[in-house]
C-alpha cells in the first residue's frame, strides 16, 4: 500500500477514533478479540506482584452489621405508623442518573406490591409504585417495581400541617435561575402557614387512590418560605436527600399482603454469588486511566455493569464485556461514577453520601480524589466537626452489591461540592486474581 | 513474503508482546507517570529501519499486541499507533534519526503525540457517551515524563532494541 492510501486509511481510523459509530465499534472488537487473548501469556508475570494483604473475616462481619443497621433503620420507628399496615421490605437496585425521579426496587416476590402502594423511608414518605416488573424478561422482573418519588414533577401527594392542608409534589423553583432546587414544591396552598410547619402525609383515598391513606402520617418536611424575586412563595425542606440519600425502603400495603418473616436478605459476599476471573496484569499501560483486562467476557457469565473485587475490596465495574475477555473500569479512574456509603464512629447505620465522581488519583495511588455534593440533610447529620469515615459501595446501581469496602475518608463540613481525598488500602494494586459480581439480574434498562 | 520475512513479523509479534507485558507490570504506582513506552520504542527503534511499504503493518501488529493488556477501544489504539508509524515514517524522511540526539528527540516528540492521541479520543468518546468530560484533566506532565524517558531508552538502546533476535529480515537501513 502507498503512503497516501495508507494517510487514507488513518484519517478513516482518526475520525471513528474519536466519534464510534456501533456496528463499527462492534466489527473491531470482534476483530480484536483473539490479540486479547496474548494477555495470557504474561499471567506468569503476576508471581511478581506484591499484593496487599486484608483481614477478610473482620471486614466482611463489619460490613454485614452495617447493612443491618442500615436496613433497621429504614423501618418506621413510630409505632403509629406500622399499626394496621402491612411493610415489604425493598431494597433500590437502579438509580438513573438522568431521571433522578425513578428508582427500581426489589422486593421478596412473594410479596404482593401494587401500583400506587406508598414507599417509605423510616418515618419519611419517599414516594409510590409506579409499576411492578411480572416476568422474568422485560425492563422490570418479578420482584421488582418502579417506584416514582415525590420530587418527580407530576408526583402528587395530600399533606397537612397543623390546621392547614396542602398537597405537595415535583421540586420548587429554584431561587437563583439555572440552580438546582431540592425544595419540594407546595400546591393548592389555601392559606398562610400557621406557626406549625411541620408537614406530615394526609390523604384521601378518594383523591390519592385506594392505597393512599396507608401513608397517612409519614413525614415530609418542613414548610419553608421561598423568595422568587419579589413574590414570597412556599416550599417544603425535606427530611431525606432524594438525590442518593437512601436504598432500603418500604412499600406499604395491608397486613394480609405483606409476606410473614424476615426483612430481604442480602449478603454481599455469598460465595455464589460471585466468579473467580483473571486479570492479564496487576497495572495499566495508560498513566493517567486507572483499567483492568480480565481473561473472560459474557462467555464466563460475565456482563457489562457487574462489580469486579479482591475480597471485601471495590476493584471496580466491567465497562466492556467481549466474548472471551472484558474491561473493568477502576475506581481511581477520572470520570468513574460510583454510589457510596459511609460508616462513621459514634453512628449505628451508615450515612448514605450519593454518587460521587472520580478525579483519578495521586502518583502513588493510593489516595483517589473524588467529587462529592454533599446535601443539607447530611450536612445537618453531619454537625460542626468532620467526620473520618470508612466508605462502601451503596446499592442502588445494577450488578454492584452494597458493601464492597472503597477506603477511609475525612467528609468535610457544610453543605455543597467538595473534593474527598480516599485513602486505600491496597494503593490500587488488587493483583490479578480477582472476582467478578453475577449475584442479581443484569442489564435491565435505565429506570 | 517469503517465510523468513513471516517468521520475523511473528517474532517481532513476540517481542512487543514481551515490551508490553513488562511496561504493563512495573510501570505501576508512582513508576507510573515516568515508566518508559517499552513497546512504543521497540516499535520506533524498528521503523527507524524498515522499509516504507512495511510501516503500517508493524503499526496494525503493536495496536493488535497491545490490545492484549490495554483497555483502550480497538479504534482508537489502532489511528493511534498508526498514526505514530506514519508519524515516523514522515519524519525519517525529513531528518536523520540514525543521529543519537536527534533519534532521542523524535523518539520523545512521537510517544507523547501518540499518548495524547489516545487521552484525547477516550475524552472525546466519554463525552459522547456522558455529554461531560467530568473528572478529565489533561495529564500533560505525566506524558511528558513518560515521552522524555521513552526517549533516553531510545537514545541508549534503540539501535540494540532493532537487532533483538529474529528482526533481521525486517531491517533495511543502519543506524
Known amino acids: 500500500m502507498g503512503r497516501s492510501t495508507i494517510v487514507v486509511i488513518w484519517l478513516a481510523l482518526a475520525a471513528l477514533a474519536f466519534r464510534p459509530i456501533g456496528l463499527v465499534e462492534r466489527l473491531a472488537d470482534l476483530c480484536f478479540e483473539p490479540a486479547r487473548q496474548l494477555g495470557r501469556i504474561a499471567l506468569p508475570l503476576s508471581w511478581f506482584s506484591s499484593v496487599h494483604a486484608s483481614s477478610d473475616g ?4 463489619r460490613v454485614r452489621e452495617l447493612l443491618i443497621a442500615e436496613q433497621q433503620e429504614a423501618q418506621p420507628a413510630d409505632a403509629s405508623l406500622v399499626a394496621r399496615r402491612g411493610l415489604v421490605h425493598a431494597q433500590v437496585i437502579d438509580r438513573s442518573q438522568e431521571r433522578a425521579d425513578l428508582v427500581v426496587v426489589r ?78 414544591a407546595v400546591r393548592a396552598l389555601q392559606s398562610t402557614p400557621g406557626a406549625e410547619r411541620e408537614l ?38 425535606p427530611v431525606l436527600d432524594y438525590s442518593g440519600g437512601f436504598s432500603q425502603v418500604f412499600v406499604l400495603c395491608p397486613p394480609e399482603r405483606a409476606p410473614a418473616g424476615e426483612l430481604l436478605a442480602q449478603d454481599p459476599f455469598d460465595a455464589a454469588a460471585w466468579i473467580p476471573v483473571r486479570a492479564t496484569l496487576d497495572g495499566m499501560l495508560s498513566p493517567w486511566s486507572e483499567t483492568r483486562q480480565l481473561l473472560g467476557g459474557s462467555r464466563t457469565g460475565l456482563r457489562e455493569g457487574a462489580a469486579v473485587a479482591r475480597g471485601p475490596e471495590f476493584v471496580g465495574r466491567i465497562s466492556h464485556a467481549g466474548l472471551f475477555s472484558s474491561e473493568v473500569e477502576c475506581l481511581g479512574n477520572p ?108 442489564g435491565g434498562e435505565e429506570p | 513474503m517469503n517465510g523468513e520475512r513471516r517468521l520475523a513479523w511473528v517474532a517481532f509479534g513476540a517481542w512487543l508482546l514481551v515490551c508490553f507485558a513488562l511496561q504493563g507490570q512495573f510501570a505501576r504506582g508512582g513508576t507510573a507517570m515516568w515508566f518508559p513506552e517499552l513497546g512504543l520504542v521497540l516499535l520506533f527503534s524498528l521503523l527507524a529501519r524498515m522499509e516504507e511499504r512495511d510501516a503500517w503493518i508493524a503499526g496494525v501488529l503493536a495496536a493488535l499486541v497491545r490490545s492484549a ?88 538502546a534503540g539501535p540494540l532494541l532493532a537487532q533483538l533476535p529474529g528482526l533481521s529480515p525486517l531491517r533495511s537501513r543502519r543506524w
Do not use: K, N
Open chain 1, 58 to 61: 473482620e471486614s466482611r462481619a
Open chain 1, 335 to 442: 470520570g468513574f461514577r460510583l454510589l457510596v456509603l459511609a460508616s462513621v464512629e459514634d453512628r449505628y447505620g451508615p450515612l448514605h453520601l450519593g454518587r460521587v465522581l472520580s478525579l483519578g488519583c495521586d502518583v502513588s495511588r493510593s489516595l483517589v480524589y473524588l467529587a462529592w455534593e454533599e446535601s443539607a440533610e447530611l450536612a445537618r447529620e453531619l454537625g460542626q466537626h468532620a467526620r473520618s469515615a470508612q466508605l462502601y459501595t451503596s446499592s442502588g446501581e445494577r450488578g454492584i452489591p452494597p458493601g464492597l469496602y472503597l477506603g477511609s475518608a475525612e467528609l468535610p463540613v457544610g453543605e455543597g461540592a467538595h473534593t474527598l481525598v480516599l485513602r486505600r488500602p491496597a494503593a490500587g494494586r488488587f493483583g490479578t486474581a480477582l472476582e467478578a459480581w453475577t449475584g442479581e439480574r443484569l
Open chain 1, 200 to 237: 406530615r402525609v394526609h390523604e384521601d383515598a378518594a383523591a390519592g387512590g385506594e392505597w393512599s391513606t396507608l401513608a397517612e402520617g409519614y413525614r415530609l418536611g418542613t414548610l419553608v418560605p421561598l423568595e422568587l424575586g419579589t413574590r414570597r412563595a412556599w416550599a417544603v425542606e
Open chain 2, 69 to 156: 493488556f490495554s483497555s483502550e477501544p480497538p479504534l482508537v489504539q489502532l489511528s493511534g499507533l498508526l498514526g505514530f508509524a506514519l508519524l515516523v515514517m514522515a519524519l525519517r524522511s525529513s531528518l536523520e534519526i540514525s543521529a543519537p540526539l536527534l533519534r532521542g528527540v523524535v523518539a520523545v516528540l512521537c510517544i507523547f503525540a501518540c499518548d495524547l492521541w489516545i487521552f484525547l479520543a477516550c475524552c472525546a468518546r466519554t463525552y459522547w457517551a456522558h455529554g461531560s468530560l467530568a473528572g478529565f484533566e489533561p495529564p500533560v506532565l505525566p506524558l511528558a515524563l513518560i515521552a522524555l524517558s521513552s526517549g533516553v531508552l531510545a537514545l541508549v
Open chain 1, 107 to 184: 422486593f421478596p416476590p412473594e410479596a404482593s406490591v401494587l401500583p400506587g402502594m406508598p414507599v417509605v423511608c423510616g418515618d419519611v414518605y419517599v414516594g409510590s409504585v409506579l409499576e411492578v416488573g411480572r416476568a422474568a424478561s422485560g425492563a422490570l422482573a418479578r420482584g421488582e417495581a418502579r417506584v416514582e418519588l415525590v420530587t418527580a414533577s407530576h408526583a402528587r401527594v395530600g399533606a397537612r400541617a397543623g390546621e392547614l392542608e396542602l398537597v405537595v409534589g415535583g421540586l420548587a423553583r429554584a431561587e437563583h435561575s439555572g440552580g438546582h432546587s431540592r425544595l419540594l
